[in-house]
């Protein structure tokens, strides 16, 4: 029986009452528009035949997978399993054969399409107005990087090198990874992924490589290490704004350049001499001679925190129009990518991956993020039935509510009902007002005493063996 909603409650469960009444489809794939998903599919050449694990088939289990708590391919193929005989129709085999083959041909473009379209719905919908009416109502965008690891193979050894101060054998190949995420709505935006180690690795060169999602009139903020000329002059000659803290290599002078105000300077910054690797001739040359940059002091007076003084750089020049509180509100709010980028890797099990090819890792880290979108959504949705900002929302409490219900998914059709009690839960979960939270930096529970491997496990096998 579906039932009907009222209220502030019409607007999300309509939406998703439609999208359920058009396509039959797997665990949380009602929020997916399906001709969406297979124009993205065919567009990056997903178009083969199969019985059961169809593209689009392939890209629901995959996405359940990433989901759930149990990340096997055995599990996957259940419930693939399971929504088959809730259908009436003919089962699968649970041999995981099929699907492993099906996952090796699915576009890696795909998902990442799929992400970034449900990232730059979410933000017009809910993020594009700013967060919090800080600096004018403008779009902010916060960006941060992390690392994560996957299993140790030659392949994703060769692809991923593990860091020098590791013994071969002893380590894991590693990732560096880098996320632009929308302030106020939380979406991922779009990522990059590379190696951890060589020419062109860094979190700068990640980041330039998603300049592209910035536009006009965005403002980024991120930690000093983005702050260096480049970056500032890149961004500003796209018309983003910046604000970045002053990098540890620069003086903290304030006796330079135009004073605005108590510890708050206009002061000029000259383009390097020498031309980075990275750059063409022909762009350094086009980089402007001098930056016009705003310098001011923030001082940090809550106790407990380690910071207590702070020097922000950016491009928004007007004490009036932007004053200090209100930049130092902003920098304070890109502690969110931090909290987002944990959500990600602890939550959701992102921080150590499951694929044992270069492939299959970049597939899944697509995947994930396009996981983390859709839980966003939900959250977004909530956020409305709740009357309250998508941020105060808690994402583990999204999470944990999403799983409860997924089972009801496959066979609740079009039950408004079901979906309105979800987006009821999700939004009863919110973070509590801890503004100023204070932790020690230290763990209370002691690991287990067992010895650490210090040298290859096959090496260490075989000694076993030699020596019963």
Known sequence: MVHG??????????????????????????????????????????????????PLVTLYAFLGQVLAADGSCRAAVARVLAW??????????????????????????????????????????????????????????????????????????SAYPQARTQKPGLGFPIARIIALFCLHSGAVLDAAIGPYLGKQ???????????????????AAGDCGFGSFWNFAMLQARGVDAIFPLHQCRP??????????????????????????????????????????????????????????????????????????????????????????????????????????????RKEFWMRLLAYNLIRTVMAQAAEVGRCEPRRISFTGAWQTLHAFSSLA???????????????????HRVGGRPNRVEPRAVKRRPKPHALLTEPRKQARNRLLENP
């Open 201 to 219: 690795t860094g979190e700068n060169a990640l980041f330039r490589s998603l300049f592209e999602q910035l536009q006009a009139g965005d403002v």
């Open 5 to 54: 909603s009222h209220g502030r409650l019409g607007g999300p469960v309509a939406r998703i009452r439609r999208a359920a009444a058009r396509e039959d489809s797997l665990v949380f794939a009602t929020l997916m528009d399906r001709r969406e998903v297979e124009e993205a599919l065919h567009a990056h050449g997903a178009c083969w035949r199969e019985a059961v694990f169809t």
């Open 410 to 428: 496959p066979w609740a059709g079009g039950d408004s009902h079901v979906y309105a009690e979800l987006l009821r839960a999700i939004a009863s």
């Open 252 to 361: 903290e002078d304030f006796r330079r350049g135009k004073r605005l105000g108590r510890e708050d300077r206009l002061v000029e910054w000259r383009k390097p001499l020498q031309r980075p690797g990275w750059m063409d001739r022909q762009t350094y040359q086009d980089m402007p001679e001098v930056l016009r940059l705003r310098q001011l002091r923030v001082h940090v007076d809550v106790p407990g925190f380690r910071v207590k003084t702070l020097v922000l750089v950016t491009t928004l020049l007007d004490p009036v129009e932007y004053p200090r509180k209100e930049l130092a509100e902003v920098y304070r709010a890109r502690w969110h990518a931090e909290l987002d980028l944990r959500s990600i890797k602890c939550v959701m099990g992102m921080g150590v991956l499951r694929s044992k090819s270069p492939a299959m890792v």
């Open 84 to 157: 088959l005989i809730s259908r009436g129709e003919r089962a699968c085999s649970a041999n995981t054969g099929g699907y492993c083959q099906a996952r090796l041909r699915l576009p890696e473009a795909a998902p990442r399409t799929l992400m970034q379209r449900m990232a730059r719905r979410l933000h017009e919908e809910h993020g594009a107005a700013g967060a919090g009416g800080l600096l004018k109502g403008r779009s902010i965008k916060i960006v941060d990087g992390s690392t994560v690891s996957m299993p140790d193979t030659e392949a994703n050894q």
